[in-house]
């Protein structure tokens, strides 16, 4: 499964601190590239954004249950809107091959094909993985890209 994570207060500090919280709950990663983007949807500081995929069984409610309590322990509050800066941003793309939509969020993610931030990354860190719904490649999904997409390689790598 894949999670976006994204952030642009802090970003630095807070991106380390994600991976490390997602490694400890999860176990091993592996990790795109990083990327700066520009905020989407409101005017604030840019953002760091990268993907994420990781191997668990347990159910796709308790994963996201999961990755929403490490954004508040990085300080995100239930309040904070949509379109707002945020100390961290983990979303839950795909679950395998599922395609669902359940209390509050959809399988996968419309975001993927929405956002360069999501899709970039998704294209680096699995080029031949096909979206659950499409089929495609994330890599042809990325080639076929029509959106804006404001990206600058961020040189910032994990262990």
Not at 80 to 91: C, K, P, V, Y
Not at 121 to 146: I, K, N, T, V
Request: hydrophobic share 40%; glycine share 6%; proline share 7%.
């Amino acid at each position: 499964m894949f999670v976006s994570v994204g952030t642009n207060v802090e970003r630095e500090t807070n991106l380390r601190s994600a991976i490390a919280a997602l490694q400890h709950r999860f176990g091993e990663l592996r990790i795109s590239p990083v990327y700066e983007s520009p905020a989407e949807g409101f005017d604030g500081a840019p953002f760091y954004n990268l993907v994420v995929m990781l191997h668990s069984s347990e159910p796709v409610e308790r994963i996201a249950a999961a990755l929403k309590q490490i954004e508040r322990d990085h300080g995100r509050q239930p309040a904070d809107g949509r379109f707002a800066s945020r100390t961290l941003d983990l979303d839950l793309l795909t679950y395998g091959d599922v395609c669902v939509q359940l209390d509050g969020f959809e399988l996968p993610r419309a975001d993927i094909l929405r956002y360069a931030f999501v899709l970039r990354p998704l294209a680096d860190l699995a080029p031949e993985a096909a979206h659950p719904r499409s089929g495609l490649s994330y890599r042809a999904h990325w080639q076929a890209f029509e959106g804006p997409a404001d990206l600058q390689p961020v040189a910032l790598t994990f262990r």
